[in-house]
């Protein structure tokens, strides 16, 4: 279990997070997401034991973190949002230099770099880290972090920048990790992407947590399921008049609704005008959409 109570920071009189509590469980994988300046890398940062909080406690299992950073670093891999790497080494002498830090093995070091190469699909071809594409050094910054094969990771933005191909390879991998029983903390901007593998989401604005749970918690509390009707009608001129707007898309016209009611409603309308239901398709509030409501 991880339990933060009231966690507070500020720096020189300004307050980059008020008050923020929470708790999930082992093995989930955990999203922090809010606008630029939301407070999203500091609470990361506490969370590795790399700053103290003002005020505030944060226990991970039976570490207490601000007493006992030390004792954290020994399970937790670290991704920060920039990748600084020892660009003039290979992926392999580096993970060999972080290997040794962590007090393992040669054989250890060797057993666990081909592993992880392999499973990250980085093949470094005798080049060294410098001459790396970005996706390359992405990769080679988490296989960094997984050397010592920590329990629990706390990526800080792991996709940014990255082609659309290795972030979702990179989203995936990391569901593996989780079902390999490893805790994640993260942040990304690409929404979409923690929508599809966190178990819990936090949301902050100006250092304040203002919502926290699983996604079906989230939708509950910012908006209930809408629904999207796509239709076919010969004379769309005898919809005119009608209170509910239509929008042609996708070879169809569309209509929206908000509700169950205006649903059925709309649907009687459009069948009484000569028109044809072609799908109904259901949605709830997306964490984008969420953001935007929630507002800087």
């Known amino acids: 279990m991880i339990t933060a109570k009231n966690i507070v920071k500020k720096f020189d009189g300004f307050t980059a997070l008020d008050g923020i509590s929470f ?24 969370m590795s034991g790399l700053i103290a909080p003002t ?19 020994g399970m937790l891999g670290y991704l920060p949002e920039e990748s600084r790497l020892y660009e003039t080494m290979t992926v392999e002498n580096y993970l060999a230099f972080f290997g040794e830090i962590y007090g393992l093995s040669s054989q250890t070091i060797n057993e666990r770099s081909r592993q992880l190469l392999a499973v990250l699909s980085l093949e470094s071809n005798g080049k060294k880290i410098g001459e790396f594409s970005k996706g390359m050094k992405r990769k080679a910054a988490i296989a960094r972090s997984l050397i010592h094969n920590p329990k629990l990771l706390v990526y800080d933005e792991a996709t940014s920048g ?62 209930s399921l809408t629904y999207t009707i796509f239709f076919s009608i010969q004379d769309p001129s005898k919809l005119l008049g009608h209170s509910k707007t239509y929008q042609q898309e996708e070879g169809f016209y569309i209509c929206h609704a908000e509700n169950m009611k205006t649903l059925n409603e709309s ?30």
Do not use: W
């Open 55 to 73: 005020s505030g406690s944060l226990q991970v299992n039976d570490i207490d973190v601000i007493k006992d950073p030390l004792t954290l670093k």
């Open 162 to 223: 990255l082609d659309p191909m290795t972030s979702r390879f990179i989203a995936d991998y990391l569901r593996t990790l989780k079902r390999d029983g490893k805790t994640i903390i993260l942040s990304a901007h690409n929404l979409y992407q923690i929508e599809a593998i966190c178990d819990k989401v936090m949301i902050l604005r100006r250092g304040q947590m203002v919502a926290f749970g699983s996604m079906h918690q989230l939708r509950s509390q910012f908006g």
């Open 23 to 46: 708790e999930f469980d082992e093995g989930e994988i955990f999203g922090i997401i809010g606008h630029n300046g939301a407070g999203k890398t500091t609470l990361l940062k506490i």
């Open 267 to 296: 649907t009687g309308l459009i069948t009484e005008a000569g028109g044809r239901i072609e799908k109904i398709e259901s949605r709830y509030p997306s964490l984008e959409e969420m953001l935007v409501k929630i507002g800087k």
